[in-house]
T-cell receptor, first 112, second 113 residues
């Protein structure tokens, strides 16, 4: 098993550009989620999904879209990047809602 | 809204000694889950320990144990026989039954030789 994979590892965007952060898991996990980590603020939940076709908002959803068309994939879309979205982004998955969450290695995004 | 507070931004401990990291949370839920995660310099998030709120018994995992006080909404982590590899940022996290996971701000732990 590859576990939870994220691409890219690093990305630099200009303000206003759009992009998609990819997240995939091969553990047949139902629950997937996206977090951002800023210095001194811990991880904050952006969006999460309890199964294919079902998504919900977390603490900081503005400026981000998600979809879950398959169990394996949970992409995060930035519609119009802003400097405030400069952060490290983590994807995580678990077998069930309260199960152990396995995290990907993270994507460091810089918006200039 | 649920909140998680870690009041110790930084802590240090001598190798082989014991250290306790504090965490408090605020919720009106009765059923929920609590976690401690470790984030070493590699940035990888690693689960340390998990506690279900309906269980009165404190969870333990080898050298790691928690003191879960539901009425006080407190969830501290005790690391016994600290090792150099325990040096990391530690995050306390709260999950409600619908799956929202809320993290505290983190505590940086330095284990000194």
């Amino acid at each position: 098993n590859a576990g939870v994979t994220q691409t890219p590892k690093f990305q630099v965007l200009k303000t206003g550009q759009s992009m998609t952060l990819q997240c995939a898991q091969d553990m047949n996990h139902e629950y997937m989620s996206w977090y951002r980590q800023d210095p001194g603020m811990g991880l904050r939940l952006i969006h999460y999904s309890v199964g294919a076709g079902i998504t919900d908002q977390g603490e900081v959803p503005n400026g981000y879209n998600v979809s879950r068309s398959t169990t394996e994939d949970f992409p995060l879309r930035l519609l119009s990047a802003a400097p405030s979205q400069t952060s490290v982004y983590f994807c995580a998955s678990s077998y069930s809602v309260a199960g152990v969450q396995y995290f990907g290695p993270g994507t460091r995004l810089t918006v200039t | 809204a649920q909140t998680v507070t870690q009041s110790q931004p930084e802590m240090s401990v001598q190798e082989a000694e014991t250290v306790t990291l504090s965490c408090t949370y605020d919720t009106s839920e009765n059923n929920y889950y609590l976690f401690w995660y470790k984030q070493p310099p590699s940035r990888q998030m690693i689960l340390v320990i998990r506690q279900e709120a309906y269980k009165q018994q404190n969870a333990t995992e080898n050298r790691f144990s928690v003191n879960f006080q539901k009425a006080a909404k407190s969830f501290s982590l005790k690391i016994s026989d600290s090792q150099l590899g325990d040096t990391a940022m530690y995050f306390c996290a709260f999950m409600n039954p619908s799956g929202k996971l809320i993290f505290g701000q983190g505590t940086t732990l330095q284990v000194k030789p």
